[in-house]
């Protein structure tokens, strides 16, 4: 919707003259009343450094005058808002793996499966899965990434034997081309998905039985 710059881009800081900042609940109750009077500065100072490097305060006024009811109706929904925020922190590690923290009675927890090695709960998920099972070599887990038409024949045994032999210098490039490509852009439209990568290649993926395969990975 056209009012999405302003849907909680909630890496909000405080502003000590709208007393907000000492909770998430506080600093949502100021941008409310903020947005609800008109006062595009007072808004505009509530929202992250990063967010006002992309966005000038002349931008963000211009946003208060052209869009007047999206405003009014974020500052309604703002004030609407139920229960207690819910905090949270995000830690990067590895090869582009995320750890996501919150925060509960006052000490920080993990939330992040981070034994689910081979996840496949997003396109992104499977390839990452995909790349980490075939470098550690576990067929066993590339089986079942492989679509049940694909299967046929497929044992790991065979898969062994023919990217650990002859085909195991195509593997090693297939794997390096995968990696460099693990935050490259995916397109997902319903169980379907894909993903181009480099000068020509691409990967199609199927979501089955509630989770996604690698269907062709070029």
Not at 48 to 67: I, K, M, N, P
Not at 193 to 212: H, I, K, N
């Amino acid at each position: 919707m056209r009012y999405a710059w302003l849907a909680l881009a909630l890496a909000l800081t405080g502003c000590p003259s709208l007393e907000a900042g000492t909770t998430p609940e506080a600093t949502v109750a100021a941008l409310s009343s903020a947005l609800r009077d008109g006062r595009a500065e007072d808004a505009y100072a509530l929202m992250s450094e990063s967010y006002r490097q992309r966005v000038a305060l002349d931008e963000f006024r211009r946003f208060f005058r052209d869009y007047r009811a999206e405003v009014q109706q974020t500052a309604r929904a703002l004030s609407d808002h139920r229960g207690p925020a819910e905090q949270e922190a995000v830690v990067a590690y590895g090869e582009g793996e995320v750890l996501r923290l919150v925060r509960e009675r006052g000490e920080w927890r993990v939330a992040t499966d981070v034994v689910d090695f081979y996840d496949q709960s997003t396109p992104r998920a499977a390839l990452r899965a995909f790349v980490r099972s075939m470098e550690r070599r576990r067929y066993d887990v590339v089986l079942e990434l492989i679509p049940e038409a694909d299967r046929e024949g497929m044992t790991v045994e065979r898969m062994r034997e023919t990217w650990e032999g002859e085909g195991r210098e195509e593997v090693e490039r297939l794997l390096a081309n995968l990696r460099a490509a693990l935050d490259d852009p995916i397109e997902e439209v319903g169980d379907r998905a894909t993903m181009s990568y480099g000068d020509r290649f691409r990967v199609q993926f199927v979501r089955e039985d509630g989770v996604w395969r690698i269907e062709d990975p070029d």
